[in-house]
Each structure stands twice: as structure tokens, then as C-alpha cells.
T-cell receptor
Framework: DQQVKQNSPSLSVQEGRISILNCDYT??????FLWYKKYPAEGPTFLIS?????DKNEDGRFTVFLNKSAKHLSLHIVPSQPGDSAVYFC????????????FGTGTSLTVIP | DGGITQSPKYLFRKEGQNVTLSCEQN?????MYWYRQDPGQGLRLIYY???????QKGDIAEGYSVSREKKESFPLTVTSAQKNPTAFYLC???????????????FGEGSRLTVL
């Protein structure tokens, strides 16, 4: 059973506008969440993370929001750039056990120039 | 530069053959992982290891084997028992010692295995 879900397989956004990528999870024990960016035929690269003690974390153009009651997190990219076009995976884990990182199925973002 | 090196990047195999994918890291990370990616699916965990000479099965370990004889190396063998081995394989590592901080996973570039 998929514990981390990304229900939008793809998203297209105009350059300069905001991109919002969504992720839902089912396990309330998850307390650490990450976003990864992946280009074709390459390994994912870490983008940003958030601990469950926070509801927002910001790094430059990237902001992750966490809504624990809804078991939902989102990644905002502002402004979107053509180089942001990639597949984005969200992941979740339980700190201190840390054995498993559960990944969503990914959202393919296309930023149109 | 520090990082994770996977080889080969592309590999073709005939049915019935075993193949070993290499993963080496010079990040001094404690834990190493093997994931498999298929189209339209998330990354699925095959095996992981937190210390040398110890490893654990992930969600889809059947048909795979691993070893962890050295901290920096975690090779994956795809055996003939794996029914659908054609996939993109990703090796990852992370630091787990030194406190409760989980640490993010660092990934290699991946190995694409195609069974003919």
C-alpha cells in the first residue's frame, strides 16, 4: 500500500509563475519529509526538507509547507524557471528509526518559457 | 570530490544470467541503500545496510542479493530469479551516526539494466 502519494503525474506552468506540487501521506508516524528533483537517467538530488515540528521551511525559491492534520505537504517554487523542469519526488520517514524512506510516484513539472 | 559512483551506467543482460551492479561512496556514510525505479512508480527499496557485514531486506528483495564487506561499497546482484529485472537502479547513502538527525539520502547517477 502506497504510504506516500503524489496524485498529479504532471504539471505545466509558465515561466515566472508559481509551481505547486502536492504530496499526501497516510502514516501519522512520519516526522521528516523531503523533496527530491530528478532529471532523466540521473539520480535524484535533494532539494529541501521539513521536520514535523515545523509547518514551513524556505530555501530561496523553494518553500515546503506541512499540514500535519491533513497529512499533506506541498512544494512551492517561485518564480518557476525552465531549468526547474524535472520530476519531483516527495519522501517521508520516521526519524530515529530511519530505516525506510517512502517515496511518492513523482510529479513531472514542465516550465514553459 | 565526494559522492556516490554507480557502474555500469547501462547494462544489457540475457535472461537467466546474474548481473552485479556496483555502488561505491566516499562520503564516509554509514548507511547504504538500493532502490528500483519503474515508469510511473516511486522508488522502491530493495535492500539497505546500516553497518558493515549487516543488511536488511526492503520491500522488493526477492531475486536480489547484496553484500557489505566494506563501509564504502554495497554491490547489488540481480539474479535470474528476479522475474522482471529491467529497470533503473539507484544506490543511495546517508549519515546516521552522531545523533538523532536522520540525514537526507544522497543518490548515485543510477544504472539502467535491460534484460534481452
Amino acid at each position: 500500500d502506497q504510504q506516500v502519494k503524489q496524485n498529479s503525474p504532471s504539471l505545466s506552468v509558465q515561466e515566472g509563475r508559481i509551481s505547486i506540487l502536492n504530496c499526501d501521506y497516510t502514516n501519522s508516524m512520519f516526522d521528516y519529509f523531503l523533496w527530491y528533483k530528478k532529471y532523466p537517467a540521473e539520480g535524484p538530488t535533494f532539494l529541501i526538507s521539513i521536520s514535523s515540528i515545523k509547518d514551513k521551511n524556505e530555501d530561496g525559491r523553494f518553500t515546503v509547507f506541512l499540514n500535519k492534520s491533513a497529512k499533506h505537504l506541498s512544494l512551492h517554487i517561485v518564480p518557476s524557471q525552465p531549468g526547474d523542469s524535472a520530476v519531483y519526488f516527495c519522501a517521508a520517514t520516521i526519524q530515529n528509526t530511519g530505516n525506510q524512506f517512502y517515496f511518492g510516484t513523482g510529479t513531472s513539472l514542465t516550465v514553459i518559457p | 570530490d565526494g559522492g556516490i559512483t554507480q557502474s555500469p551506467k547501462y547494462l544489457f543482460r540475457k535472461e537467466g544470467q546474474n548481473v552485479t551492479l556496483s555502488c561505491e561512496q566516499n562520503l564516509n556514510h554509514d548507511a547504504m541503500y538500493w532502490y528500483r525505479q519503474d515508469p510511473g512508480q516511486g522508488l522502491r527499496l530493495i535492500y539497505y545496510s546500516h553497518i558493515v557485514n549487516d543488511f536488511q531486506k526492503g520491500d522488493i528483495a526477492e531475486g536480489y542479493s547484496v553484500s557489505r564487506e566494506k563501509k564504502e561499497s554495497f554491490p547489488l546482484t540481480v539474479t535470474s530469479a528476479q522475474k522482471n529485472p529491467t529497470a533503473f537502479y539507484l544506490c543511495a547513502s546517508r549519515m546516521i551516526s552522531g545523533g538523532p538527525h536522520t540525514g537526507e539520502l544522497f543518490f548515485g547517477e543510477g544504472s539502467r539494466l535491460t534484460v534481452l
